[in-house]
């Protein structure tokens, strides 16, 4: 990916957040910042779907059988990780 698609990439995440964050509404954010139960269980939620990505996608014989479908699953597993890795940083982290 180039500087610029990477650019473009960014700027559609971040306009899809500012809407996805329009939708939730009156809600009180900070109680989902690092260090609250909130965070806490977005990292495990985030922990829980790193451990299905393994168990469910990446041993599954049709996804271990199609190369494709292997690698893109692969994706899904390393981005979950470094998501869990992001929130622990900053959950955990005081």
Do not use: N
């Not at 990916?1 to 939708?23: F, G, Y």
């Not at 910042?33 to 909130?38: E, K, L, N, Q, R």
């Not at 965070?39 to 990446?58: G, R």
């Amino acid at each position: 990916m180039t500087e610029k698609e990477t650019l473009a990439a960014d700027a559609d995440s971040e306009q899809q957040r500012l809407a996805d964050l329009a939708e939730i509404g009156d809600i009180d954010l900070s109680q989902y910042a690092p260090g609250t139960f909130g965070c806490h269980e977005a990292m495990h939620t985030t922990s829980l779907m790193l451990d299905m990505t393994d168990d469910h996608l990446l041993q599954h014989p049709a996804i271990v059988a199609d190369p494709e479908f292997y690698r893109l699953a692969g994706e899904v597993h390393e981005a979950l990780f470094a998501l869990y890795q992001a929130i622990g940083e900053k959950h955990l982290a005081d």
